[in-house]
Every structure is written in structure tokens, then in C-alpha cells.
Nanobody, 125 residues
């Protein structure tokens, strides 16, 4: 069974950068789609970005386009999300999620069966 571990969160000033990691074990990620969801204080969990590993196709919500990117290290079975130009409204707990999806694209609905434990991102001066 696939297991995911989130890491890389922290405190950063507005305009700063962080890189989140989603490390997988129990299976190789090349058959999966990986997505990140955010739960901001007082708000519902929302999808932010995702990647379909085999095709490399990605999907980003408009509010992170141009600021966030996704990459992967196949040897480490890990997916990374680089977050640049962070804003206070980007703060929250970020969870990576994984699942096998049809086709060659990922989605941002919280129906993935495997989840990491979350990583706290705080953006504050």
C-alpha cells in the first residue's frame, strides 16, 4: 500500500519561497497522479496543484499559476512543489495525495485514496 510523507513546510516572509516534498513508499509513483490540497484556517480544503507522473501533465489553480511548480525525483520516489512569491493567503496546511486515475491528466477533487500527514506553511512578516 502506498504511504506518503509530507515535509518542507515552515515560516516564510511574504515574497519568500518554500519547497514541499511528498515522499512515497510502498509503490512507485509512476502509475499515480499526485495532488496537493490546502486547508487554510477557517476554510474548506481546496485543491491547489497536481501532476500525472507518467505523462508529466500538471494542473494548477489560477491563484498559484506562475508561482508554484512541480517536479519529481524518480530515484527518490518523491515529488516536490516549489512555492515562490508566497503571500499571506497561501498559508495553511498542505497535504499531498495520490491515486491512480484514468487518462493522462490529474484532477483537484479530494477523492484520492492516499494522503500525507500535512505540512504547515505560514507566511508572515
Amino acid at each position: 500500500q502506498l504511504r506518503l510523507v509530507d515535509s518542507g513546510g515552515g515560516l516564510v516572509q511574504p515574497g519568500g519561497s518554500l519547497r514541499l516534498s511528498c515522499a512515497a513508499s510502498g509503490d512507485t509513483l509512476d502509475r499515480y497522479a499526485i495532488a496537493w490540497f490546502r486547508r487554510a484556517p477557517g476554510k474548506e480544503r481546496e485543491g491547489v496543484s497536481c501532476i500525472f507522473i507518467r505523462s508529466g501533465n500538471t494542473n494548477f489553480k489560477d491563484f498559484v499559476k506562475g508561482r508554484f511548480t512541480i517536479s519529481r525525483d524518480n530515484d527518490k520516489n518523491t515529488v516536490f512543489r516549489q512555492m515562490n512569491s508566497l503571500r499571506p493567503e497561501d498559508a495553511g496546511i498542505y497535504y499531498c495525495a495520490a491515486g491512480m486515475v484514468g487518462g493522462s491528466t490529474c484532477h483537484l477533487f479530494p477523492t484520492y485514496p492516499y494522503w500525507g500527514q500535512g505540512a504547515q506553511v505560514t507566511v508572515s512578516s
